[in-house]
């Protein structure tokens, strides 16, 4: 066998082992970088030796082999990739190609290439009827149980569309950052490992055999970019324009130009911002605007004429974990914290790595002095998502908890109840003295603007605060401040700290900083006890009897206030004049008190979270599902099975124009 045909065949084995990890098990083992390298290798060698290109070849197809316990399903019209391109030169280049077929004016259309699951949509006659994911281009898997389910909630896919006859509908199912970052954190809390990126969380949502319910830990949302069957529209942004008003997501970043050299800059600045955008991208998707001049291009067996991705450069590279630190929080949970050579990820030098916990470790199998691919997408802390085999055996160094706290020395001990590792020493050790006063003057807490981290610690170095008492004691009295802020600065922070002196007892509870309880934990709180006074000699059977308060939250609120050291601090800060208000609560205030209302459908001139927020301060309760105890349903457009639920309870319902006599 000649090199090449050689080379060829072990190209073609490898794509399709990694097409196979990628698309069907969502767990691929190497970066997208390496990915395209492979790809275009083989590509360049079957374009040299084109009697070598056989219909199977990774070049020639789209996707992967389907899940074998999903149901498969047709594609109405085949669900095509898109041909690459990584540089300025390959843009022209297929700027070039268009203009020798399109004898006349073109456009362009470019939209941010969303990292996520490619999503089929059918309707019937306005009706949503089926859902599958891409497969392998020509058959996907069914997944029309998720896009139906309303408990399941994928923003952006309306139950109905004004359009008749049958048309399809395509885009990309995917997770937001914050989004991602909160579906970890429930998987945590679970003991699960949590999922290596975005879109493998959105891929194994979708894949699952029943509806995942717990809509607050997976926020999808359908991004549309494509449709077929729809008769008397012209072109790419007219579609967006008219799909828009059926309640669609189309990104907004979307950008209309007559002018590639207009495609080059915008591909460069949406590259320079993608980390503001607050989902994942890894590119630009370009297309040819006019959808009779994408019919007069044409398509190849795998990809279209008339559209092209900018690929951005990879957020995954390889480097070593040089040696591992543990860092004290102000719980006393010691969160490994990984130290790299440092390498060039996602448009920065990245020389540290969160490895979250010893568990994660474990998970992971990393070692000190091994090879790992490091990610960084958005704005979330760079992580370690895989590591490779060691060059040489017996390199590698096992990574061990301490069994004394690095910083006070303390013992550390295993949480029984969470996968954490802690240090004991409480408030005698400085790291969690400090971060206690950190979270405490935060903006959720009691946001005291103008005592930053460097200047806590520089207070506590030289002894000019203890904790958090101390902020309304020494920093108040002669001219501490100024020697650390200078005196404009100092005098403006001493107002603010004066100024915070009666805090919402929401708030102060939260910048307590007690284990296991968090801005909503406070809240209920608050609205339970109504006073610090009454939280401080709660019970632990009181504490539980609140909605949303489980035994671990309860146990630690208790906790928190019958330990002699954090009775002493409230001691002090109420010698500090902090008196935190008492939340007055009346039936004038709280007209909804006691009622449960439910939200279903897209509202048109109110944000569904704002909503929520204004029918719970005036006492109502926001719940997911109608049930019997439902007493009335906010219906938007496009609402689903929750309506129909309603109409056979007989619960009253609440149209959006509605809304204003309900939140006054």
């Given at each position: 066998m000649t090199p090449y045909r050689k080379r060829i065949s072990e190209l073609r084995e490898l794509l399709n082992q990694h097409n196979h990890l990628y698309y069907t098990l969502d767990d691929p083992i190497i970066t997208d970088a390496e990915y395209d390298l492979l790809y275009r290798e083989l590509f360049s060698l079957e374009a040299t030796h084109p009697e070598l290109v056989t219909p199977d070849s990774p070049t020639?197809?789209?996707?992967?082999?389907?899940?074998?316990?999903?149901?498969?399903?047709?594609?109405g019209t085949p669900m095509l990739s898109l041909a690459n391109a990584f540089n300025e030169g390959e843009l022209v280049?297929?700027?070039?190609?268009?203009?020798?077929?399109?004898?006349g004016e073109y456009t362009y259309v470019c939209e941010p290439k969303m990292d996520g699951l490619a999503l089929n949509l059918q309707y019937r006659n306005g009706q949503l009827t089926r859902a599958a994911t891409r497969g392998d281009g020509t058959t996907g898997e069914d997944v029309t149980h998720h896009a139906?389910?309303?408990?399941?909630?994928i923003s952006g896919i309306p139950m109905?569309?004004?359009?008749?006859?049958?048309?399809?509908?395509r885009g990309e199912v995917f997770m937001t950052t914050s989004g991602f970052i909160r579906y970890n954190d429930h998987r945590v809390t679970q003991g699960k490992a949590p999922t290596v990126n975005a879109r493998n969380a959105a891929a194994g949502l979708l894949r699952r055999k029943e509806p995942y319910t717990d809509t607050e830990s997976h926020p999808l949302t359908?991004?549309?970019?494509?449709?077929?069957?729809?008769?008397?529209i012209l072109g790419q942004i007219e579609f967006f324009a008219e799909a828009s008003t059926w309640g669609m997501w189309i990104n907004p970043q979307i950008h209309h130009t007559p002018s590639i050299k207009e495609v080059i800059e915008y591909c460069a600045t949406l590259e320079q911002s993608r980390t503001d955008l607050g989902y994942e991208i890894d590119g630009v998707v370009i297309k040819?605007?006019?959808f009779d001049q994408q019919a007069q291009l044409g398509s190849l067996s795998r990809t279209p004429n008339w559209a092209i991705a900018y690929k951005f450069p990879a957020q995954d590279a390889e480097t070593v974990l040089a040696s591992v630190d543990f860092q004290v929080g102000r719980t006393g949970v010691l969160t490994p914290v990984g130290r790299l050579v440092p390498v060039h990820v996602g448009g920065v030098t990245v020389s540290n790595v969160t490895l979250h916990n010893m568990d994660e470790i474990l998970r992971l199998g990393v070692h000190v002095g091994q090879t790992v691919v490091v990610q960084r997408a958005g704005d979330v802390i760079p992580k370690i998502v895989g590591v490779r085999p060691p060059a040489i055996e017996g390199t590698q160094v096992t990574i061990k908890a301490p069994t004394k706290c690095p910083i006070c020395h303390s013992p550390v001990e295993k949480d029984p109840d969470t996968v954490a590792v802690r240090c004991t020493g409480g408030l005698i050790c400085p790291a969690q003295v400090k971060e206690s006063i950190v979270h405490f003057v935060s903006r959720k807490a009691m946001d005291i603007d103008g005592l930053g981290p460097v200047t806590i610690d520089n207070l506590l170095k030289h002894s000019v605060i203890r904790d958090i008492s101390d902020i309304y004691d020494g920093l108040l009295k002669g001219k501490t401040l100024e020697l650390w802020l200078g005196d404009k600065t100092a005098i403006k922070v001493r107002s603010v700290i004066a100024a915070s002196r009666k805090?919402?007892?929401?708030r102060f509870l939260y910048a307590l900083g007690i284990r296991n309880t968090g801005e909503g934990t406070s809240k209920r709180l608050a609205e339970h006890f109504r006073t610090l006074e009454a939280v401080r000699h709660a019970t632990i059977a009181e504490l539980k009897s609140i909605v949303d308060i489980g035994p671990i939250s309860a146990l630690s609120i208790y906790a928190f206030f019958n330990n002699p050291a954090s009775l002493n601090i409230l001691q002090k800060l109420e010698q500090g004049g902090v008196h935190p208000q008492a939340l007055i609560l009346n039936d004038a205030a709280q007209?909804?008190?006691?009622?449960?209302?439910?939200?279903?459908?897209?509202?048109?001139?109110?944000a569904r979270e704002d909503v929520k927020v204004q029918l719970e301060s005036l006492g109502a309760k926001v719940a997911s599902s109608v049930t019997t105890k439902t007493t009335r349903v906010l219906i938007g457009a496009n609402a689903g099975s929750k309506a129909k639920k309603a109409k056979e309870l007989s619960i009253p319902t609440v149209s959006e124009s509605d809304l204003s006599k309900y939140l006054r």
């Amino acid at each position: 066998m000649t090199p090449y045909r050689k080379r060829i065949s072990e190209l073609r084995e490898l794509l399709n082992q990694h097409n196979h990890l990628y698309y069907t098990l969502d767990d691929p083992i190497i970066t997208d970088a390496e990915y395209d390298l492979l790809y275009r290798e083989l590509f360049s060698l079957e374009a040299t030796h084109p009697e070598l290109v056989t219909p199977d070849s990774p070049t020639m197809t789209v996707g992967a082999p389907l899940t074998p316990d999903m149901k498969e399903v047709t594609h109405g019209t085949p669900m095509l990739s898109l041909a690459n391109a990584f540089n300025e030169g390959e843009l022209v280049a297929f700027d070039q190609r268009v203009r020798k077929t399109i004898q006349g004016e073109y456009t362009y259309v470019c939209e941010p290439k969303m990292d996520g699951l490619a999503l089929n949509l059918q309707y019937r006659n306005g009706q949503l009827t089926r859902a599958a994911t891409r497969g392998d281009g020509t058959t996907g898997e069914d997944v029309t149980h998720h896009a139906q389910a309303e408990a399941f909630v994928i923003s952006g896919i309306p139950m109905q569309i004004p359009y008749r006859g049958e048309v399809e509908l395509r885009g990309e199912v995917f997770m937001t950052t914050s989004g991602f970052i909160r579906y970890n954190d429930h998987r945590v809390t679970q003991g699960k490992a949590p999922t290596v990126n975005a879109r493998n969380a959105a891929a194994g949502l979708l894949r699952r055999k029943e509806p995942y319910t717990d809509t607050e830990s997976h926020p999808l949302t359908f991004c549309l970019y494509a449709g077929h069957g729809f008769e008397g529209i012209l072109g790419q942004i007219e579609f967006f324009a008219e799909a828009s008003t059926w309640g669609m997501w189309i990104n907004p970043q979307i950008h209309h130009t007559p002018s590639i050299k207009e495609v080059i800059e915008y591909c460069a600045t949406l590259e320079q911002s993608r980390t503001d955008l607050g989902y994942e991208i890894d590119g630009v998707v370009i297309k040819v605007n006019a959808f009779d001049q994408q019919a007069q291009l044409g398509s190849l067996s795998r990809t279209p004429n008339w559209a092209i991705a900018y690929k951005f450069p990879a957020q995954d590279a390889e480097t070593v974990l040089a040696s591992v630190d543990f860092q004290v929080g102000r719980t006393g949970v010691l969160t490994p914290v990984g130290r790299l050579v440092p390498v060039h990820v996602g448009g920065v030098t990245v020389s540290n790595v969160t490895l979250h916990n010893m568990d994660e470790i474990l998970r992971l199998g990393v070692h000190v002095g091994q090879t790992v691919v490091v990610q960084r997408a958005g704005d979330v802390i760079p992580k370690i998502v895989g590591v490779r085999p060691p060059a040489i055996e017996g390199t590698q160094v096992t990574i061990k908890a301490p069994t004394k706290c690095p910083i006070c020395h303390s013992p550390v001990e295993k949480d029984p109840d969470t996968v954490a590792v802690r240090c004991t020493g409480g408030l005698i050790c400085p790291a969690q003295v400090k971060e206690s006063i950190v979270h405490f003057v935060s903006r959720k807490a009691m946001d005291i603007d103008g005592l930053g981290p460097v200047t806590i610690d520089n207070l506590l170095k030289h002894s000019v605060i203890r904790d958090i008492s101390d902020i309304y004691d020494g920093l108040l009295k002669g001219k501490t401040l100024e020697l650390w802020l200078g005196d404009k600065t100092a005098i403006k922070v001493r107002s603010v700290i004066a100024a915070s002196r009666k805090p919402t007892l929401q708030r102060f509870l939260y910048a307590l900083g007690i284990r296991n309880t968090g801005e909503g934990t406070s809240k209920r709180l608050a609205e339970h006890f109504r006073t610090l006074e009454a939280v401080r000699h709660a019970t632990i059977a009181e504490l539980k009897s609140i909605v949303d308060i489980g035994p671990i939250s309860a146990l630690s609120i208790y906790a928190f206030f019958n330990n002699p050291a954090s009775l002493n601090i409230l001691q002090k800060l109420e010698q500090g004049g902090v008196h935190p208000q008492a939340l007055i609560l009346n039936d004038a205030a709280q007209p909804l008190k006691g009622e449960i209302w439910v939200l279903t459908g897209t509202l048109e001139h109110h944000a569904r979270e704002d909503v929520k927020v204004q029918l719970e301060s005036l006492g109502a309760k926001v719940a997911s599902s109608v049930t019997t105890k439902t007493t009335r349903v906010l219906i938007g457009a496009n609402a689903g099975s929750k309506a129909k639920k309603a109409k056979e309870l007989s619960i009253p319902t609440v149209s959006e124009s509605d809304l204003s006599k309900y939140l006054r």
